[in-house]
């Protein structure tokens, strides 16, 4: 059984640092490219960063370049999100999923597998 299991969100002020975690089993994580999505309330789920198999291409949504790296231990079988100056805006929910076939990076659609997800929230 496929389980990825997000961790570190929590409630920051703007201007402050996160680093989510999404620990994966049941699964050839290697094999699989990673992503992270978030949905804000009353907003369609986002993606915002991912990271091929190789670890060697990553892709990160506009709002967020510059500020999150995403990053991706096989050993551990975990993917990372670093999220830096953050802003309320990044409120949410984020999510972590893999994607065996690697086609598109940014569709949600392509991702077989999830997390069930962990709260962000950055007050003003």
């Known amino acids: 059984q496929v389980q990825l299991e997000e961790s570190g969100g929590g409630l920051v002020q703007a201007g402050a640092s996160l680093r989510l975690s999404c620990a994966a089993s049941?699964?050839?994580?290697?094999?699989?490219?990673m992503g992270w999505f978030r949905q804000a309330p009353a907003k369609d789920r986002e993606f915002v960063a991912a990271?091929?198999?190789?670890?060697?291409?990553?892709n990160y949504v506009d709002s967020v370049k510059g500020r999150f790296t995403i990053s991706r231990d096989d050993a551990l079988n975990t993917v990372f999100l670093q999220m830096n100056s953050l802003k309320p805006e990044d409120t949410a929910v984020y999510y972590c999923?893999?994607?065996?076939?690697?086609?598109?990076?940014?569709?949600?659609?392509?991702?077989?597998?999830w997390g069930q997800g962990t709260q962000v929230t950055v007050s003003s």
């Open positions: 990271i091929a198999r190789s670890g060697g291409y990553t």
């Open positions: 999923a893999a994607d065996r076939l690697g086609r598109q990076p940014a569709r949600s659609g392509e991702y077989e597998y």
């Open positions: 049941g699964l050839t994580f290697s094999a699989y490219d």
